[in-house]
């Protein structure tokens, strides 16, 4: 019979699965507000501002889908660049951020 830690180690990674999913869903629909919001004022899409916000909430995202694709195949947490852990606080703020700080840091 296996070990409690062994009955409930799937168990914690699919809650862990469904949080990430729950989090990157919130993060979407955020910023599906926030372009339906610009796309509303009737400004003219000449607008550097508007054009430079909408573009932002794009990559966003373009994030926020990759970052799906991690949760499916299981590499979400896990930063990119060097394979470190990115620390539950970071995904707590940046639910689609695919690096860890310092290769975050590193790459700007």
Do not use: N, W
């Amino acid at each position: 019979m296996p070990s409690d830690a062994a009955r409930t180690a799937p168990r914690l990674e699919r809650l862990t699965a469904e949080e990430a999913r729950r989090r990157l869903e919130h993060a979407r629909g955020t910023r599906l507000v926030q372009l339906r919001a610009l796309t509303e004022t009737g400004q003219s899409a000449d607008d550097h501002l508007m054009s430079a916000q909408r573009d932002a909430i794009g990559r966003v995202l373009k994030e926020i889908d990759e970052a799906f694709a991690r949760v499916e195949d299981g590499t979400y947490g896990t930063c990119v660049a060097c394979a470190a852990p990115v620390p539950a606080e970071r995904l707590e703020i940046l639910p689609y951020t695919s690096h860890c700080v310092a290769c975050r840091r590193g790459s700007l």
